[in-house]
């Protein structure tokens, strides 16, 4: 099937939509996005992806180019066009196509690109990996400094993915001085003695909006929680562990560079985090 994205205040055709060799988000990866997540064919905390993404966008001093209730009706309509019922929404926003390469920014009325499509995901509420776990490796973090700004520049994420896979893993978990940053495309949890651990929020890690609301949760249901930075060997040594992201909710790790976590099979509180935030994410969804 066909299908229907926006490019720039318009709807179109996949095969029709086209930006430019000079834009920017292509020439030197000057962009920023957010994904979304759409269950019972409506969005998932929109309001804070529409927060994340202003706030990346202000740090990188770029202008604006469309006010939330705009961009929440752009999401509305590719739900219903491509009718995504479970699936996601990808969003990216550039500073646009100068007249040539230059290191320099553009001029400040060049317009922002903007881009979004649909990604038809059915079965992502009930997938059958939340069922048995995820198996990381960890990795050396050679990313650049601002992850907390939600930029295109996901190479080292991506050979991150490619690392885990050589080794017959899932996923990589990132690590910086001596310490667990966050997994190449979610944030990295442990669970011992009943208290939820996670990297505590700085320019290290991005500002995760399924973390935000999961915290909340975990803290509502009476969960301890924990914001600080944890080691390989501590998450080794841990009862259970799991990430979160808008793709995957949260998702259980069962093991951590070959050593089996906990048990070895999805733990009590990652069950059980990932049912609420399923259970109220759907009750608020837009
Ligand atoms: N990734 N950390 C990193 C490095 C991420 O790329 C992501 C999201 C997260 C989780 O953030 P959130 O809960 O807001 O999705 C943490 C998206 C899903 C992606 O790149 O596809």
């Known amino acids: 099937m066909t299908r229907t994205v926006y490019v720039n205040g318009k709807y179109l055709p996949e095969n029709e939509a086209t930006v430019s060799i000079f834009d920017r988000g292509f020439l030197f990866a000057d962009g920023v996005y957010e994904v979304t997540s759409v269950l019972d064919g409506k969005l998932i905390d929109f309001d804070g992806h529409a927060r994340r993404l202003a ?39 550039t500073r646009g196509a100068a007249a040539d390469r230059d290191f320099a920014y553009p001029s400040e009325d060049t317009p922002p690109t903007i881009v979004l499509f649909t990604q038809n995901k059915p079965g992502i509420a009930d997938s059958p990996m939340a069922k048995t776990g995820i198996k990381v490796i960890s990795i050396e973090d050679q990313r650049w400094a601002r992850r907390d700004i939600k930029t295109v520049q996901l190479l080292y994420p991506s050979m991150g993915k490619m690392m885990a896979k050589a080794a017959g893993c899932d996923d990589a978990w990132m690590v910086e001085d ?6 190449t495309s979610n944030n990295a949890y442990i669970v011992k003695g009943g208290k939820i651990i996670t990297r505590h929020l700085s320019d290290d890690i991005l500002h995760g909006i399924t ?35 808008a793709s995957a909710f949260v998702m259980p790790v069962v ?32």
Not at 178 to 183: C, H, I
Not at 212 to 221: D, I, M, P, T
Not at 261 to 282: F, H, K, M, N, Q
């Open 211 to 245: 973390r935000a609301a999961v915290l909340r949760f975990a803290r509502e249901a009476q969960m301890e929680v924990e914001e600080r930075a944890f080691t390989v060997a501590e998450a080794q040594d841990s009862d259970e562990a799991f990430f979160t992201s």
């Open 55 to 93: 706030r990346s966008m202000g740090e990188l001093g770029m202008r604006n180019p469309i006010a939330t209730e705009d961009l929440l009706e752009v999401h509305r309509e590719l739900v219903r066009a491509n009718g995504i019922v479970e699936g996601l929404i990808y969003l990216q926003i």
């Open 178 to 183: 001596g310490a667990v940053t966050e997994g």
């Open 255 to 286: 093991e951590l560079d070959g050593a089996a976590i906990g048990t070895g099979a999805p733990g009590p509180v990652a069950i059980r985090l990932r049912e609420i935030y399923l259970d109220e994410s759907r009750k608020v969804a837009i």
